[in-house]
């Protein structure tokens, strides 16, 4: 179903942290009605769901969050471009944007000679689910799972986040993570 991912991670954040306030976005209407439902179903009162394209984030969000994550999903975006730039702009002054991605270069021949089998997968993955759904509008990017590290923190840059760091833990092998502060 989608947006499980989402619900789950933000509810875990949530539970974790009661104190604290959180937002799971989604596209897709019905994934955000299913977040509410079991949100409703677990009585959490400190997190929030809402449809809406990361590439334009309510108005009113400047300026607001502390931390703001995405889980292997910027690629998909169709303009990941607008959505990271989106980020940094809801964030404060200080906030922290964490982006985990898959680890490659971007070459299918480079992330053959060091992992042929995972590269493969994912390439695959990326051919049949990813490219056609960051496609699917005018002025795509088409980036891909595999869009790769140089163009992982280059697009960072662009967006504002002036010195990403790139964090490959080994309890964490198939992706990166981004940590950029604002």
């Known amino acids: 179903m989608p947006g499980y991912r989402m619900r789950q991670r933000v509810q875990l954040f949530a539970n974790e942290y009661p104190k604290s306030?959180?937002?799971?976005?989604?596209?897709?209407?019905?994934?955000?009605?299913?977040?509410?439902q079991q949100k409703a179903a677990d009585g959490a009162k400190n997190s929030t769901f809402i449809a809406c394209d990361a590439a334009h984030l309510p108005h009113d969000w400047g300026n607001t969050f502390d931390f703001v994550t995405i889980f292997d999903a910027c690629h998909d975006q169709t303009r990941p471009d607008l959505s990271i730039r989106e980020i940094h702009r809801v964030l404060k002054p200080g906030g922290i944007f964490a982006m985990v991605e898959v680890k490659a270069t971007g070459s299918v021949l480079e992330d053959k000679k060091t992992d042929p089998l995972r590269s493969s997968m994912?390439?695959?993955?990326?051919?049949?689910?990813?490219?056609?759904?960051?496609?699917?509008?005018?002025?795509?990017?088409?980036?891909?799972?595999?869009?790769?590290?140089?163009?992982?923190?280059?697009?960072?840059?662009?967006?504002?986040?002036v010195n990403p760091e790139r964090i490959n833990p080994a309890y964490y092998p198939v992706n990166t993570i981004y940590v950029c502060k604002k």
């Not at 959180?22 to 596209?27: E, Q, T, V």
């Not at 799972?145 to 923190?153: A, R």
């Open 21 to 36: 306030e959180f937002y799971g976005l989604d596209l897709v209407l019905k994934a955000i009605e299913a977040a509410n």
């Open 122 to 161: 994912h390439y695959g993955c990326s051919l049949f689910h990813c490219l056609p759904v960051g496609s699917n509008k005018e002025g795509a990017l088409c980036l891909g799972t595999m869009w790769g590290n140089h163009k992982q923190e280059s697009l960072l840059k662009e967006c504002g986040f």
